[in-house]
């Protein structure tokens, strides 16, 4: 059988040397476009006041000492149910 040659074809008229400066080229300008748009996106965060953040605090902690009494009450009962049954 006979075997065919292939080659590629180049979409440009450009050198090899000429495609690879184009695609560092390209590299460093999609970095830009990256940062850009990253720094738009930020303009558009809510940042909360100083109150909500303050509210907000307090809240979470006062849940997680709720929720530590809590599995420290359970986790005391459930240990002398377990020590009474082991006697």
Do not use: C
Request: hydrophobic share 45%; charged share 25%; net charge positive.
């Amino acid at each position: 059988m006979e075997e065919k040659k292939r080659t590629v074809k180049r979409l440009s008229g450009d050198t090899p040397a000429q495609d690879a400066h184009k695609g560092i080229m390209g590299y460093v300008e999609n970095i830009k476009v990256f940062l850009i748009e990253t720094r738009m996106e930020f303009g558009k965060i809510h940042w909360p006041t100083r109150k909500e953040t303050t509210a907000l605090s307090v809240v979470v902690l006062m849940l997680t000492f709720f929720f530590t009494a809590y599995l420290g009450i359970v986790d005391g009962l459930l240990s002398r149910l377990v020590g009474i049954l082991l006697r």
